[in-house]
């Protein structure tokens, strides 16, 4: 399995970061992928194949931490990717709620 669970929806209370510069004081680390579960059961096949598809994002994708468990809040897209190419680990902006 890639993931340690597959979620639908935001368990967790509103953090009230939307857009990327809401995120860009949270420093990036490394993630394992087996550690995170998604917000979203379905991803987009057009943001998991385009070349550009970090171009007008985050580089990073958006993690959130609630009672420490891992949730995958943006980019899915990346995580899938991580997983095809064989690696273990994403590179994520990790934000500790609660």
Same mark, same amino acid.
């Given at each position: 399995?890639?993931?340690?669970?597959?979620?639908?929806?935001?368990?967790?209370?509103d953090h009230g970061r939307e857009s990327t510069n809401d995120w860009s004081d949270v420093p990036p680390r490394q993630v394992r992928l087996d550690e995170l579960v998604t917000?979203?059961?379905?991803?987009?096949?057009?943001?998991?194949?385009?070349?550009?598809?970090?171009?007008?994002?985050?580089?990073?994708?958006?993690?959130?931490?609630? &009672?420490?468990? *891992?949730?995958?809040?943006?980019? %899915? #897209?990346?995580? @899938? &990717?991580?997983? *095809?190419?064989?690696?273990?680990? %994403? #590179?994520?902006? @990790?934000?500790?709620?609660?």
């Amino acid at each position: 399995m890639i993931f340690k669970s597959v979620g639908d929806g935001r368990p967790y209370p509103d953090h009230g970061r939307e857009s990327t510069n809401d995120w860009s004081d949270v420093p990036p680390r490394q993630v394992r992928l087996d550690e995170l579960v998604t917000t979203k059961r379905t991803l987009d096949l057009d943001a998991l194949l385009a070349d550009d598809s970090t171009f007008f994002g985050d580089l990073f994708a958006h993690v959130v931490e609630y &009672r420490g468990t *891992l949730y995958l809040e943006d980019g %899915l #897209h990346r995580a @899938v &990717r991580a997983a *095809l190419q064989q690696r273990p680990i %994403l #590179h994520a902006r @990790v934000l500790v709620v609660g």
